[in-house]
């Protein structure tokens, strides 16, 4: 009879602290990690991992897979990226709690917020609940190739409290209030880890009227914190409006920290509408440490933007009236009727009209457009956009970049870098903001934007980019990028019994071949309910990837086993004896 289940054998361990790498084994029974070190039992499943190395699972507190997780049973693309705890109910939207009535309203909300489309909602989601204690109920029934977390969201909380009047923005009563305050408490104690909010402007119906909590009143902010006081646990995030200043972004998140005693976290990037806001917003956040107030900031370390083409949700031409006719033609005849001649001139000639402002935003600044390439070029030069290249050769934007999109049969992908550019090479503001305690990486958002984004594969660039390939002063060494990955994100959200390799720690685990490691460019895969797209995006390298003491993924392919489950609150880390550890590395 083995000794353990698993023996990963040989490898080069960065065990989540940040410390220096040390070759060693890990031995891992019933889900968790038993010892560290030189290893003289047998596993009954030997993994070599000489000349790999061997991390922690990579945990992303920033995904929306609420749907997703009701429908199906792998969460990629997270899952294909090392990823073993994934966190939902960001950005103040999801689909609980919700009353009977307001199904269509929350699928509408998740449709303009999320970018998922309405017939896969329709289709896929179950909606076998109505609190939010019984959505958990409802999620603890669904297995997983990873562990998923739950947060409460403003948005729904508003309307299931306030109805039409949450709905259409008017402002709460005192028993509002209350009401939401006593919600957000009953949803910690079921099992929320926390409630989130958002005040984007880019958060809207499709229709472009804003989604519910984005003008709230400050009171109403500070009535979901309250809860998390009464609760005497969770955490709250946020994404902050950017049309402010930087100092009523960290007054609001200090008086959020305040009023619940508890962490907070933010979506922090480098904003075009700032692009020097970031550093008092950093000075703000060693401020905050100073008077004790937990607060970090969630990034993700490469520029974040949209992915425009003819098989997705958007490109330049598709608000124009005559693209209309032909959007729900196959791509194929689309293509066609794109290169006839008297079309171009025509759709060229046209002016964009949506009622989402944001969306005419996006397509319309073609300096900041660029085509994305294989492998993908997710840092291009200024004199690279659609735009410069246009006036370098003397021609039309608009006809570069529709012959741009017509590319590869009508399957290239468009490049809109939106925030954490930097001067002329539009890198992620990484040197300042990744090597920042203050900070850790997220923001994958997963199970949304299917059509729209692709950043679920942020720790593989993160290990490639900005750890094995980079240079000089923009290189993060290895333990340290390890750490932002692992045990920061986990411990920022209260699972402090994963994160590290340790003995008594989950046996959450990735063997990797770094050398190998290499990010392909996103492709869009037909694999939603009732056929609806998504973009997902493959990479080489992860050898094994383990969640709770199973192998899930070996060679980037799915094992089919399902062993990740919900996981209700916080958990505090193990408390492990000296007999059990047998640690010696």
Not at 113 to 125: F, K, L, N, Q
Not at 206 to 234: C, F, H, M, W, Y
Request: proline content about 6%; hydrophobic content about 35%.
């Amino acid at each position: 009879m083995s000794d353990f289940d698993i023996v990963i054998r040989g490898g080069t361990l960065y065990d989540g602290s940040g410390k220096d790498p040390v070759q060693a084994d890990v031995a891992i029974k019933d889900g968790v990690i038993v010892a560290v070190g030189t290893i003289s039992g047998e596993g009954a499943e030997e993994i070599d991992a000489r000349n790999k190395i061997v991390t922690p699972g990579f945990v992303d507190v920033h995904t929306h897979y609420d749907g997703q997780i009701t429908w199906e049973n792998r969460l990629k693309p997270s899952s294909d990226h090392g990823v073993t705890t994934v966190v939902m109910g960001n950005c103040g939207v999801g689909f609980a709690p919700v009353k009977p009535g307001d199904h269509q309203l929350m699928i509408k909300l998740m449709e303009g917020v999320e970018d998922i489309p309405e017939v896969v909602m329709v289709e896929g989601v179950p909606f076998n609940w109505e609190t939010f204690p019984e959505y958990l109920d409802a999620l603890e029934k669904r297995e997983s190739d990873i562990d998923f977390a739950a947060q409460l969201p403003h948005s729904p909380l508003r309307v299931y409290v306030m109805g039409e009047r949450g709905a259409n923005l008017e402002p709460p009563t005192d028993d509002d209030l209350s009401e939401m305050r006593r919600l957000t408490k009953e949803a910690i104690e079921a099992g929320a880890l926390g409630v989130t909010t958002s005040r984007s402007y880019a958060h809207q119906f499709r229709d472009g009227r804003p989604a519910p909590s984005v003008n709230t009143e400050e009171q109403e902010i500070l009535a979901l914190a309250a809860g998390l006081r009464d609760a005497g646990k969770g955490v709250f995030q946020m994404v902050p409006s950017y049309d402010v200043t930087a100092t009523e972004r960290m007054h609001l998140l200090n008086d959020i920290a305040r009023t619940s005693g508890r962490p907070v976290s933010f979506t922090f990037m480098q904003s075009p509408k700032g692009p020097e806001d970031w550093k008092e917003m950093l000075a703000g956040l060693d401020k905050a440490k100073e008077e004790g107030l937990e607060i970090r900031g969630q990034i993700i370390p490469r520029p974040t933007g949209a992915l425009l083409g003819l098989e997705l949700s958007m490109h330049p031409f598709c608000f124009n009236p005559s693209y209309r006719e032909i959007a729900d033609l196959p791509l194929d005849e689309k293509v066609e009727r794109m290169r006839d001649p008297e079309f171009r001139k025509k759709l060229i000639a046209e002016t964009a009209d949506d009622p989402q402002a944001f969306f005419l935003y996006v397509i319309g600044d073609l300096d900041s457009m660029f085509v994305l390439g294989s492998p993908p070029n997710y840092n291009p030069r200024s004199d690279e956009s659609i735009g410069a290249r246009a006036r370098a050769m003397g021609v039309d934007p608009r006809q570069l970049m529709y012959d741009a999109l017509l590319q590869r049969e009508g399957r290239e992908v468009l490049y809109r870098p939106m925030g954490n550019s930097e001067g002329e090479k539009f890198e992620s503001a990484g040197r300042f903001l990744v090597k920042n305690d203050r900070t850790f990486p997220a923001l994958g958002d997963g199970g949304a934007h299917y059509s729209m984004i692709c950043d679920a594969a942020y720790t593989t660039y993160f290990l490639t980019y900005w750890s094995r390939d980079a240079k000089d002063e923009k290189k993060i060494e290895l333990p340290y990028a390890i750490r932002k990955l692992t045990f920061e994100p986990a411990n920022a959200v209260g699972l402090k019994d994963r994160g590290m390799v340790k003995a008594g720690y989950k046996a959450d685990l990735n063997v990797i071949d770094l050398d190998r490691l290499h990010l392909y460019a996103p492709h869009v895969a037909y694999d939603l309910p009732t056929g609806g797209r998504r973009l997902s995006q493959r990479a080489d390298g992860y050898e094994a990837t383990i969640v709770s003491g199973i192998v899930t993924y070996r060679n980037g392919k799915s094992t089919g086993a399902l062993p990740g489950r919900l996981v209700r609150g916080g958990k505090d880390a193990p408390q492990v004896g000296e007999k059990r550890a047998l640690e010696n590395a």
